[in-house]
């Protein structure tokens, strides 16, 4: 299939907000996801949101849905250390219901 | 949610040798995935594996390397056959909870081939 994009690294000051941006490619994708990864772990699903919905918040995340741009976003407030870790963002494919991964942005938050 | 389990968590393999990941799921679902995450990088599809049916295999993949059982409900096996140093990777398998609203990964399998 196309490809996911995702900005590679993202580097924020604990405390403050992340903003992981994600440009999509299937206008027809029904769910889009996003997961973490923490060094030598498996991947966690963090959120989803449908299609049909713009934004969707869940404690500290929010995510932002622009559809006439494909573009999905994930807002981490107040970002902690522990939030370090691998972000991917993912689309359903075309085909079925196997997921489309963009390259994962890598956040790393500093003291 | 769902609880997934691989094994072996990990495991170090000679060349040409086979290898079998087992994943098993504390529910039944319809819809198995098979991913592979090379070092560094993001997540490949391998195959899809629904019960009942024989597994779906992504565009490189072929059932030769990488053959797939799934007996039942709640567990499917990969195996990763004469294995290179380029099959060193991350191998995970994913459920589908509710036709795409919820996907679940298990802790994955890293492979390493010398």
């Known amino acids: 299939g196309e490809d996911v994009e995702q900005s590679l690294f993202l580097s924020v000051r604990e405390g403050d907000s992340s903003v992981i941006n994600c440009t999509y490619t299937?206008?027809?994708?029904?769910?889009l996801y996003w997961y973490k990864q923490e060094p030598g772990a498996g991947l966690q699903l963090l959120t989803y949101?449908?299609?049909?919905?713009d934004m969707k918040q869940d404690q500290r995340l929010t995510v932002l849905l622009n559809k006439k741009d494909k573009h999905l976003s994930l807002r981490i407030a107040d970002t902690q250390t522990g939030d370090s870790a691998i972000y991917f963002c993912?689309?359903?494919?075309?085909?079925?219901?196997?997921?489309?991964f963009g390259k994962g942005t890598s956040l790393l938050v500093t003291p | 949610s769902a609880v997934i389990s691989q094994k072996p968590s990990r495991d170090i393999c000679q060349r040409g040798t086979s290898l079998t990941i087992q994943c098993q799921v504390d529910?039944?679902?319809?819809?198995m995935f098979w991913y592979r995450q090379q070092p560094g990088q993001s997540l490949t599809l391998i195959a899809t594996?629904?019960?009942?049916?024989?597994?779906?295999?992504e565009s490189g993949f072929v059932i030769d390397k990488f053959p797939i059982s799934r007996p039942n409900l709640t567990f499917s096996t990969l195996t990763v056959s004469n294995m290179s140093p380029e099959d060193s990777s991350i191998y995970l398998c994913?459920?589908?909870?509710?036709?795409?609203?919820?996907?679940?990964f298990g802790p994955g399998t890293r492979l390493l081939v010398l």
């Open positions: 529910s039944q679902v319809t819809m």
């Open positions: 299937d206008s027809s994708s029904t769910y």
């Open positions: 594996a629904n019960q009942g049916s024989e597994a779906t295999y």
């Open positions: 993912a689309e359903i494919q075309e085909s079925g219901y196997a997921l489309n």
């Open positions: 949101i449908f299609s049909n919905m």
């Open positions: 994913s459920v589908d909870l509710a036709f795409g609203e919820t996907q679940y």
